[in-house]
């Protein structure tokens, strides 16, 4: 597992490269800015956090996601499905900080994971927690156990296609108060318009039921 961690955390990384993330901000935020998209990111100042983005409705939203990343200023990594990493393909997610994810596998992502925050000197980690673009009620819960167990926050993103503005909020530190918690994470969100409304179900539709 220490080996999968320090292969993880050695890889060759966009970030590596100041210059190039300049370059790329101005590119990708202008050009979104000339469709009509707005940025919203107060960086925060923790080095270490897990970035939950939603609503996850369409394959763009990794490219409305992207510029959020760069203006993190931080060194940050993805879980994509591993299916995706294929030939050059899987070369460049990996460079841009992808980590493959084979859903059906048994091994232990979590403390895989707890382990690479644990070593890094500073590291974002991206996840849906919806873990599909087809409407769920229920979140995946791995990002909240990797943060609680590493000791950082949860930082939730947000990519609302109605206002066509991408932003983040506050910082969330997990109280270990599971149910809880997850109410306080979701109920944001259920201000937010998503791409297709259909694939998203909000988190007071849920207390309605």
């Not at 296609?161 to 149910?179: D, K, L, M, N, S």
């Amino acid at each position: 597992m220490m080996q999968a961690a320090d292969t993880l955390r050695n890889a060759p990384n966009i970030f590596d490269h100041p210059w190039i993330i300049r370059l790329l901000e101005r590119i990708a935020l202008p050009l979104l800015k000339w469709r009509g998209w707005t940025h919203h990111v107060d960086a925060p100042s923790e080095k270490k956090y897990v970035l939950i983005v939603a609503p996850h409705t369409s394959n763009w939203d990794f490219l409305l996601m992207f510029p959020v990343g760069l203006l993190l200023k931080r060194r940050v990594k993805f879980m994509i499905k591993h299916s995706v990493f294929i030939g050059p393909v899987g070369s460049v997610l990996r460079w841009l900080g992808g980590i493959p994810v084979e859903r059906s596998s048994r091994h232990n992502f979590v403390q895989q994971l707890v382990d690479e925050f644990e070593q890094a000197e500073e590291m974002v980690l991206i996840i849906a927690p919806e873990g599909t673009r087809s409407p769920v009620p229920e979140w995946k819960r791995g990002f909240y156990h990797i943060a609680r167990e590493a000791g950082v926050p949860i930082v939730r993103c947000y990519l609302d296609t109605g206002r066509r503005r991408a932003g983040i909020w506050a910082p969330f530190y997990p109280t270990g108060q599971v149910e809880a918690d997850m109410k306080k994470l979701r109920a944001d969100y259920d201000q937010v318009i998503p791409r297709f409304p259909e694939n998203f179900i909000r988190s007071d539709a849920l207390e309605n039921r």
